[in-house]
């Protein structure tokens, strides 16, 4: 890449000048006159080399080597800025390396094959999953597909919570539902689930037991209605998750800890830390010592395990079974566990920091200004399948992924059922369906235009260098979401990918500047710019096929009623 040829020219000219290992950060100007691609790395020698940086940058300026750089022009700017101008070919290089690597462009092996497990999701089975649930999908689902681009061995995992409080109460209001279905006077419990879908569940249990549990009231038979509840749902949520594109590796049950003697093994280990006491007849860890703010209860007064316990015991099998990186995308309503199971963990002898958190903020939905909330079917606000049925999975996922998991989401209804550009997600699409028109219009294959057959020094206009950066930007911007865990740097990526073919292609207006137009006589220009528009494609393919988002190749652009619509 440009950027690589202009990173080891200037490593050359340091290390003449006596600076090893230097830190070389390029990035392209925001004013385009100022040329392609600049770095402050003589602001941040100023110190080390006891020298003014205006001095340094002139002096780096006269050393480089252009040829070996790439660079047609070389300027110092203000206190000591080095600005580069790429010369025709190292421009042209960008466009004939993505041919080139077509489906794999911006891929890379930053992770060199090492096991990362991503847990998301791992919704409570008692109900419909929610938008909090769809939000953590999308970003989990986003962040595990880039980790995989960028060369990690991707686990992703989804903790079923089957037991526990939460799971007697689903069982209780299945069944207080299930013999109010049958006639008899009952309460619904007073912290029942409140859902309809708790009459489904009830129905579909009438329909397998009829009365059989109408007045059994033993344990045997609400474990009965909690597993038949549990597996009904549990079904659903797969199914929702399913039509979403989200699938997992593994599905791992909270009973599995007690099951097979996790949670056992957990309290033994870490009563030989000596950082257990006994304190108002409950057991404690001095999780204090860990940085936490307070010390945590494992074991409650009447012999029952706290959260906190399983959720070490979980981690510990995660550690187990060879996950030493792990990432965990919870809502910010977990955000009080983070500093006590890293403490637990730490006291086991785990390392500080493990796991990862990805913590994102709730989903805010609005139509016309006003906040849609309840959904008679949840009992509570609208469910994930709600959303996406009435605007479409595409859309969605995008949205969902488009800010940063930190900042509060607000779902306008509006946006996302608009067809035109002003829908992201749609911006995006069309500049993808554009290209692929372009060639359909041209009447020849996308995969007709290949590396090496296109003389891309010919791609001098200004428009036409500017996209041809943006396009060489992919692999940097792939390998920054993934190590920050941010798939809105991707989508932000995508949309001015987006906006600069846009302007490309509409300058190319043959009834405006025929000159511009992609479909010239010249039959070199022509060639030149196919292979340019087949670039964006496969970059805007490869950028919405890792957000799960369909690239598709023809669609029906929303334009004012005197207007013919574009295809």
Known sequence: MAHDAIRDALAVVLRDMGVQSPEIQLERPRDPTHGDVATNVALSLARQLKRPPREIAEE???????VAAGVEAIDVAGPGFLNFRLNPGAVASVVDQILGANESYGSGDVGHGRRVMVEFVSANPTGPLHLGHGRQAALGDAIAALLTWTGWAVHREYYYNDSGRQMELLAESVRARYRQALGKDVEMPAEGYQGEYVKDVADSLQGSVNDRYLDDDTSEALDSVRTHAVAMLRAEQDRDLNDFRVY???YFLESSLYDQGLVDDTIRALG???????LDGATWLRTTEFGDQKDRVMVRSNGHPTYFLPDIAYHMSKWGRGFERV????????????DRVRAGLQALGRPPGYPEYVLHQMVRVEKDGEEVKFSK???SGMTLRELYEQVGVDVTRYFFQMRKPDAHLLFDLDVALDHSDKNPVYKVQYAHARMCSIFGKAEIDLEAIAAGQADLTLLTHDLERELVKQLGEFPATIERAAEHTSPHMLCDYLEQTAGAANSWYHAGNPSRNPELAVLVSDPAVRTARLA??????????????????EAPRRMIREVPDDHEPEQ
Do not use: C, M, S, W
Not at 272 to 278: A, H, I, K, N, Q
Not at 330 to 335: I, K, L
């Open 327 to 338: 990432i965990n995308v919870q809502g910010a309503d977990h955000h009080g566990t983070v």
């Open 272 to 278: 030989d830390t000596g950082l257990v006491y006994e």
């Open 532 to 549: 340019l528009a087949r670039a964006v494609q496969i970059v805007l393919r490869n950028g919405l096929t890792l957000l799960g988002i």
């Open 248 to 250: 997992f590796d593994e």
């Open 60 to 66: 780096i300026a006269k050393r480089l080597d252009p």
């Open 377 to 379: 079917r949840a009992g």
